[in-house]
C-alpha cells in the first residue's frame, strides 16, 4: 500500500495536475472536545447511514448528527480523488462542536453506482444538498437546511468552489488543498498544447489510484478536464463567489500559490470574509490533524448564527 501510494502520487507530480507526491504518513491522536452529559435518547450524538439520489444512481453516504435537540448547522464534507483521505477525524471534531456532517461518496466511485467523472461530481455535491434541504431529512437529523456549509479536500476542493459557485444559498465554504483543475488544465495547454496536456494529464491520473473510481478511463477524465478548463478555474468563479464567507488552507504540498491568488482575487473582488491558513505538512497534513481541526473550527465558529454543541445559539467571533 505504501508503495502503489508513492507511485501515484509521484506520478501525478510529474504530471502537474494534482500536485506533489505527499510524504509518508504519521498518525497522530485526536483529543476529544467537551463532552455534553444529560441528554435524552434523542438528543443524543448519533451516526446515519442513507442513500442519496443523484440522477438515477444512489450515492452512499452517512451523517454524523450533533448531540442537542438542534436545529444544527452542518457541513458536507466532499472528498478528494480517489478519496483515500477522508478526513473524517475532522468531522467527528465538527459533530462535537455542534455541527451535522455529510459525507457522500460521488457516484462511480468507493462502490456508489454510477460512472465517475468531474461533472458528475459537481451534479452530486448539489444532489447532496438538494436532499438535505428536504423537510423531513432536515428534520430527521436535527439540522437547519438554512445553514449548510461545504468544505472540500484537494479534488474536494474544487469540488467545492463548483457547487458554491452554483448555489447562492451557500454563504460559506473552505478549502483544503484545493486541486484548480481547471486552472492547472489551462496552464498545461498553454505550455504543452492540448495533445501533450492530455497524454499528460491521462498518465497522471492513471497513476491516482483509479481502482475505486469506475465508469472512466485516464484518458476521457483529462479531455473532459480540457473541454471545461476555462470555466472550471477557480479565477472563472471568483465574480460568483465574491460575496461569501471563505477559508483557504494551504500546505507545503505546491497548491499554495493557486489557492492564495484564489483568495486574493476573491479580496480584490471586494470580499472582505477570506481567511486563509498555512500549515507545514504534506497533501494528507498528515503530521498537523490537530491543527487543521483547530483551523477549520476556529473558522466555523465563527461564521454567523454559529449553534454549539449544547444546542444553544452563539454570537459570531471576531477574526
Known sequence: MHRAATTIAFSLALAGILGPAPAPLHAQPATDNRVVAGL????????????IPSHGASMNA???????????PAVVLLHGLPGYERNLDLAQDMRRAG?????????????????????????????ALAYLRQPGVAGKLRLDPGRIVLIGHSMGGFMAVEA????????????????????????????QGEHEAIARAGAALAGAGMAPLAGCTPDGLARELLQHAAGWSFQARVDALKNR??????SDDGFAPEDNAFADALRKAGDARVSTTHLPTDHAYSDQRLELSKTVLAW????????????????????
Open 245 to 250: 464567507s471563505v477559508l483557504v488552507v494551504t
Open 300 to 319: 466555523l465558529a465563527g461564521l454567523p448564527n454559529h449553534v454549539d454543541s449544547t444546542g444553544s445559539v452563539a454570537p459570531p467571533r471576531g477574526r
Open 62 to 72: 452517512l451523517v454524523y448528527v450533533a448531540a442537542g435537540v438542534g436545529p444544527h
Open 164 to 191: 458554491a459557485a452554483g448555489d447562492p444559498a451557500i454563504k460559506a465554504f473552505a478549502t483544503i488543498s484545493a486541486v484548480d483543475l481547471g486552472g492547472r488544465m489551462q496552464s498545461l495547454r498553454a505550455t
Open 99 to 127: 455541527w451535522d456532517v455529510l459525507y457522500f461518496d460521488y457516484r462511480g466511485s468507493w462502490g456508489t453506482p454510477g460512472d465517475f467523472s468531474f461533472s458528475h461530481g459537481i451534479e452530486d455535491a448539489a444532489a
Open 40 to 51: 435524552e435518547g434523542g438528543d443524543r450524538a448519533e451516526m446515519q447511514t442513507m442513500q
